[in-house]
């Protein structure tokens, strides 16, 4: 089985090989001019971890639009993704991402990016009154909003393709959840993380 394997691996291969050499004189190198200013995207992998010491992380998938400016140094992304844990969670993402080094097949940018999540989830409230104590279960509308700096790096495979990756760090500024209940920590930390792959 394993020879059998190999012998596919190898046969893949070498048919790759010759289709790169027959159709190499009319390739044309990629570069900058020949990368378009339109960038679409879908994110199948993000991970966000908004309250780490009171919540899980976040997974989601996402889609998401980047335009490139004229000087090949500034772009606009503006992602929107979906939470895969959270039933109705939506999260925005818009960015501003500079390039030092402009465009090209490996690009790094990193730039300013705003958090704006919303969705219904549920929290645990303790209520004492005079005949006893219980929880009461409380589902809200949340809302928050954060700001994070944000990394990328893009590899340019083919004209139409690429793969990126992207980390951001930051900090949560609004959270509509209140804080004296039992489901949330007073103490947490506001500190913001995301990781994705597109």
Same mark, same amino acid.
Request: aromatic share 14%; hydrophobic share 40%; net charge positive.
């Given at each position: 089985?394993?020879?059998?394997? $190999? ?7 070498? &048919? ?18 020949? $990368? ?22 976040? !997974? ?29 969670? /939506? ?24 958090? !704006?999540a919303m ?13 006893g104590a219980?929880?009461? &279960?409380? &589902? ?15 590899? &340019? ?7 990126? /990756?992207?980390?951001? $760090? ?13 489901? $949330?920590?007073? /103490? ?8 994705? /792959?597109?």
């Amino acid at each position: 089985m394993k020879s059998i394997s $190999l012998l596919f691996v190898l046969g893949l291969l070498t &048919t790759s090989v010759s289709a790169q050499k027959s159709h190499k004189a009319d390739r044309q190198p990629i570069g900058g001019a020949n $990368l378009g200013r339109n960038i679409v995207s879908v994110t199948p992998m993000q991970i966000m971890a908004i309250d780490i010491e009171n919540d899980e992380p976040d !997974f989601m998938v996402g889609l998401s639009y980047e335009r490139i400016f004229n000087n090949d140094l500034l772009s606009f992304r503006l992602p929107v993704a979906m939470s895969l844990r959270k039933s109705g969670t /939506f999260y925005l993402m818009p960015t501003i991402k500079i390039y030092p080094k402009k465009q090209g097949v490996v690009k790094f940018a990193v730039g300013p990016q705003l958090l !704006f999540a919303m969705g219904e989830e549920s929290y645990q409230r303790y209520v004492n009154t005079g005949s006893g104590a219980y929880y009461q &279960t409380i &589902t809200e509308n949340r809302k928050q909003f954060g700001f994070m700096l944000n990394n990328s790096i893009n590899f &340019t495979i083919a004209r139409n393709l690429y793969a990126a /990756f992207d980390y951001g $760090l930051g900090i949560r500024y609004y959270d509509s959840f209140p804080r004296d209940n039992n489901y $949330l920590s007073p /103490f947490g930390s506001n500190r913001l993380y995301c990781l994705s /792959f597109s």
